[in-house]
């Protein structure tokens, strides 16, 4: 065990009545941003390319996990604070407000990534070694994060925060670098438009990630019902703009590549694409079925055939009654 002065964790301080009010405030909204969230992604799942089809699956998932960690955080925190007075004191059930984000972003920031190499133009082997690296690296940043925060001496050892926060903090910069080589090779090769929202969508997301570590090292020099209350509401914003934000930003860039795909003849598309009322493409329907090199029907395949003598034989007489 790692010996060091300890801290107070969030789930271990006391809250005042506006405190706890406004903190549910923020949790519920975000929930309901969340579901919001969802339900728009549902309902355009269909406007981009299937080249693309990763990036939709992953913004998909990333809606329906998050909104499901705040279903639960909400509910925990209202079974995790006794009322005495107009002070909400926390009891043992507490520290499932803060498990859940990180069960959370275990799964969601690795999709996260998946969602932004799916609109760049990495391709192939590339592309897999590229994701694998990128979501390898943000499942350990998270990983060693919750370690630090939850397992080592209970999340109350700032030698044991800030050590295994300096691990997360490396995959942290790997993941980074990994992205944005990645978004950096992609953009000389797509149109201005497309390149300019995908650059605003990396800025999103990496701008998004700093403010997690900064949360994260609040508890070390921090403490009292003020800077928790904080915690929980930077922790809401975060999450809605990030998720939201950079999911719509990459929505975009997805439409955008579809449409130029449609016009250049590469891919089709069963509806035309609009973005801000203004008309990208055409729908792009095939003109005629491909065929292999040297083949003038598509290859059939034999069914199997039923035996004549079988099937010759009168039906029984008890089949004909009603």
């Not at 797509?190 to 609040?218: D, F, H, K, Q």
């Not at 395949?301 to 029984?316: D, F, G, I, T």
Request: overall charge positive.
């Amino acid at each position: 065990m790692i010996m060091s002065a300890s801290v107070s964790a969030p789930w271990t301080v006391a809250l005042s009545t506006p405190q706890h009010i406004i903190v549910l405030y923020f949790l519920v909204v975000a929930a309901l941003a969340l579901f919001a969230g969802l339900v728009r992604a549902v309902l355009t799942r269909n406007e981009s390319g299937s080249r693309y089809r990763a990036a939709v699956t992953a913004r998909l998932a990333i809606a329906a996990i998050a909104f499901l960690s705040y279903a639960v955080i909400i509910i925990e925190f209202a079974r995790g604070y006794t009322l005495r007075g107009t002070t909400w004191y926390p009891n043992s059930e507490t520290i499932l407000t803060m498990v859940p984000r990180y069960m959370d972003w275990t799964v969601t920031v690795p999709l996260l990534t998946v969602e932004l190499l799916a609109v760049c133009t990495v391709v192939g082997v590339t592309a897999r070694r590229t994701q694998l690296l990128a979501g390898g690296g943000a499942f350990l940043m998270i990983f060693f994060g919750f370690i630090g925060a939850f397992v080592i001496d209970g999340g109350m050892s700032a030698s044991s925060l800030l050590l295994f926060g300096g691990i997360s903090s490396i995959f942290w910069i790997f993941t980074n670098v990994v992205l944005i080589r990645s978004v950096r090779a992609s953009i000389p090769q797509l149109t201005p438009e497309a390149g300019r929202l995908l650059r605003s969508a990396t800025i999103l997301l990496l701008s998004g990630w700093v403010v997690y570590p900064i949360v994260y090292l609040l508890q070390i020099f921090t403490t009292g019902g003020f800077w928790i209350s904080a915690m929980q509401i930077v922790l809401c914003v975060s999450d809605v703009v990030v998720k939201i934000g950079f999911g719509g930003l990459i929505h975009r860039v997805a439409k955008l590549r579809t449409a130029e795909d449609v016009r250049a003849g590469v891919d089709v598309h069963p509806e035309s694409i609009w973005m801000s009322s203004v008309k990208l493409s055409d729908a792009g329907q095939p003109r005629e079925v491909y065929l292999a090199d040297g083949a003038a029907v598509h290859p059939t395949r034999s069914k199997p055939l039923v035996n004549e003598a079988v099937a010759a034989q009168p039906l029984p007489d008890d089949s004909l009654d009603v």
